[in-house]
């Protein structure tokens, strides 16, 4: 895994374990089926908010769909339970050289059947979300729906962490396997054409010692590991 994460800028990598992930599948299938409380709402970027070019296909007159679900830590303890299991903290710390480990951020970032909308070539260290002094920080990426070129799968330039790097590929990803991003890589993503969702739950995971770089915070950033299970308040869900 280090050594595809040096080389490449990206490794694919066992994830947490099925029966936790199936409880993530279940919250997010059953707020899909039923309005969003305003709380959850305010922490939402709907389809219906983005170009019209960016998405798979054209939204049926009522049609929407969550494209980012923000802060799903703060939704049901299952999100939090992923995105500090061991699996994905040892990963994280071993790539990153530290136990020591702070939360940026987490979303889930969704790509609706047949219309979910594309994601454009970016580097997470150029993000103006929390990008960080040193950019010491990685994003693990658990793909509850798996990844293929026909889903909306997560493309890279491999190797254009330290340059100019080599021809886009989008890697096959199990469902349930977990990516790790290296910040400096480039990436993006196509639209989902196909008939399932495909649901990422993203985690930005950064060195203590590595401070943000702007000003934006969400309510659980700067949290260790172990304070994730525990936030001030649940959102409903
Ligand atoms: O979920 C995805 O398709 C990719 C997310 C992504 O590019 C990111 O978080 O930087």
Known sequence: MRRSLARDGFAVWPGP???LQDRLRAVLGRLARRRLSPAEASRCVLESALRESQRGGPLLPGQDGVFILGEPTRLHPAFAAVAAHPRVLAAV?????????????ANVTMKSARFGSGIAWHRDAANRYM???TSRFLRAMICLDGMTP????TSFC??????????AVVPWVPKGAMVLIHPRVLHGGAPNRSGAARRNLVVQWGRWDDRLATSTRESQTGRPPRLLHRPSRWLTG
């Open 150 to 153: 026909g889903n909306g799968g």
């Open 131 to 133: 990008p960080t002094r």
């Open 93 to 105: 710390a071993r790539a990153l050289g530290t136990r020591r480990l702070a939360l940026h951020f």
């Open 17 to 19: 374990p099925a029966a």
């Open 158 to 167: 491999p190797g254009s962490h330290r340059g100019v790097g080599r021809p």
